[in-house]
């Protein structure tokens, strides 16, 4: 008996396999063919350090893209996510890069599936002694 169902586990082995990976890869296509992007611009709030100045442009505002279902992102209130780059620990003039930090409530988003993400993921400054 033991060999009838190992002998039938293992008998046309490679249709089996074939069909294995086509139905995962329909799964993943399915799954990832659904993801859209939305990108929102949001106001970057820059620290700054007390006793440098920056001689290059400063921005003031960064993209935000929230990646998920279509039916999801578009729902997002944009406003609840807040972009801050922090140039406080700056310790000598040069071009000093941070990254983008953004916060916003982890449940919702991850929740719902959703990946929100700066882009440009840093932010470079000259800065220059006062």
């Known amino acids: 008996m033991k060999n009838k169902v190992l002998s039938s586990v293992l008998q046309n082995w490679i249709p089996k ?21 939305r990108v929102v611009t949001l106001p970057l709030d820059v620290i700054l350090p007390e006793s440098y100045s920056a001689a290059s442009l400063v921005p003031d505002t960064v993209d935000a893209v929230i990646t998920g279902p279509e039916s999801i ?49 840093t932010v470079r400054i000259l800065f220059e002694e006062k």
């Open 73 to 121: 992102i578009y729902l997002v209130d944009p406003s609840e996510i807040k972009a801050t780059a922090d140039f406080s620990s700056v310790d000598g003039p040069g071009i000093v890069r941070v990254p983008i930090s953004l916060d916003y409530r982890d449940d919702i988003y991850t929740r719902d599936g959703l990946v929100v993400s700066a882009r440009p993921s």
């Open 17 to 37: 396999i074939f069909s294995f990976l086509t139905a995962l890869f329909i799964v993943l296509a399915v799954r990832f063919m659904n993801v859209n992007d």
